[in-house]
């Protein structure tokens, strides 16, 4: 009777039932899913979705968060030292800037089910991954021109085709992320082009930041193709809308003719253009130095952890008066 009666079961109540257990993906449901993907819709947090998807989704937004807390010390470091009191306040704007942008990146991340303190203990514990760039040190100022023009310019190419992405909480986190590193990369440019445009020493030290902060850029963009083992199904699933090596070359294509203009050589005897594919040719990526940075071995990833740690620790007075304020709240207004 009992089997009878499951056999039975009307192919809604079996849908609702594998959801409701979060157990068997049935192909049906896959299939719909995909459809809604295809047809442009965008996936809210509350509908339903496969299992992989949300576990990639929380992959890559907590990736990006932690990226943007981690990414505001190399510039951090010139907070006390920016050339005037203007550039300072810049600078201010732009590090605080990052961090709203890893805000909003943990809130996308928490609609998929994740807790904040989740994701925080897993960068803490070096589980979770944070963009390899991050790793290398900033050596003088003109570092903070190199990091505006090429890491924010290598983010707002990532990252605008991220406001088109199928899931609809971080599509829409990008779009405002897109707008505020648009800003990002034009400051960074300028001051390249303030250097560029002064003393002798003040072009060698533009030059220098080009030549130590370009091929860490490229490789911002992730393995090639054919080792990027999450980008078909990400594709798939219009979370990624272009591969990884075609937005490295759409990075190349433009940033080259911006070197140009300031005057600055890109390090790289291969780089040429090629007439027959409108596109530059560029060198090799040393993808030991990218492997290296990403087990923990690049210059600064010690530092960099050694202090996220720190301010975290450091931190713990905030979030308990934090805690104490919601809890002193609550009471009063159950009283
Ligand atoms: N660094 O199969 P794929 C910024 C990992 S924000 C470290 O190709 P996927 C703003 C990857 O996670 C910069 N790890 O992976 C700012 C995966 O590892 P897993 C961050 C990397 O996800 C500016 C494995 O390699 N932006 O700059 C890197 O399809 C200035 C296999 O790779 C984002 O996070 C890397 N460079 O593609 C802040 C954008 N590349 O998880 C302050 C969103 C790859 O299997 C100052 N993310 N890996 O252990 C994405 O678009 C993608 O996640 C990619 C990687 C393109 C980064």
């Not at 295809?38 to 299992?51: S, T, V």
């Not at 904040?116 to 514990?125: K, T």
């Not at 445009?197 to 490229?218: F, I, N």
């Amino acid at each position: 009777m009992y089997t009878q009666g499951l056999d039975q079961q009307s192919s809604e109540d079996k849908k609702k039932s594998a959801r409701d257990s979060g157990s068997s993906e049935d192909a049906a449901a896959l299939a719909a899913f995909q459809k809604r993907v295809e047809a442009e819709e965008k996936i809210e947090a509350k509908d339903w979705m496969p299992d992989a998807y949300r576990r990639t989704l929380v992959r890559q937004i907590s990736q990006h968060a932690h990226s943007e807390i981690i990414g505001m010390q190399p510039e951090g470091n010139w907070l006390t030292r920016a050339p005037s009191l203007k550039r300072k306040a810049i600078l201010l704007a732009k590090v605080q800037d990052e961090a709203g942008h890893g805000l909003y990146l943990y809130s996308a991340a928490e609609t998929l089910g994740v807790s904040r303190e989740q994701m925080v203990a897993d960068l803490l514990s070096g589980k979770a991954k944070y963009s390899s760039i991050f790793n290398y040190p900033t050596l003088t100022w003109a570092d903070i021109g190199a990091i505006g023009w090429l890491v924010d310019g290598a983010a707002i190419m990532n990252q605008v085709p991220l406001c088109r992405c199928s899931y609809g909480p971080y599509a829409r986190a990008m779009v405002r992320v897109c707008k505020e590193e648009s800003f990002h990369q034009r400051q960074g440019f300028e001051i390249m082009l303030e250097l560029s445009r002064g003393s002798e020493q003040q072009k060698a030290m533009a030059q220098d930041a080009l030549d130590r902060w370009w091929w860490p850029s490229l490789m911002m963009f992730g393995p090639s193709d054919t080792d990027s083992r999450h980008s078909a199904q990400s594709m798939a699933w219009k979370i990624k809308r272009f591969s990884n090596d075609e937005l490295r070359q759409k990075f190349v294509d433009v940033t080259v003719p911006q070197a140009q203009f300031l005057g600055l050589r890109v390090p790289d005897d291969k780089l040429r253009w090629n007439d027959a594919t409108e596109h530059y040719e560029f060198g090799e990526i040393d993808w030991q130095e990218f492997h290296d940075v990403l087990a923990g071995n690049g210059p600064c990833n010690r530092e960099r952890m050694a202090k996220r740690r720190r301010a975290h620790d450091e931190g713990a007075w905030v979030r308990e008066a934090a805690e104490a304020y919601a809890l002193k709240q609550a009471e009063r207004q159950a009283a």
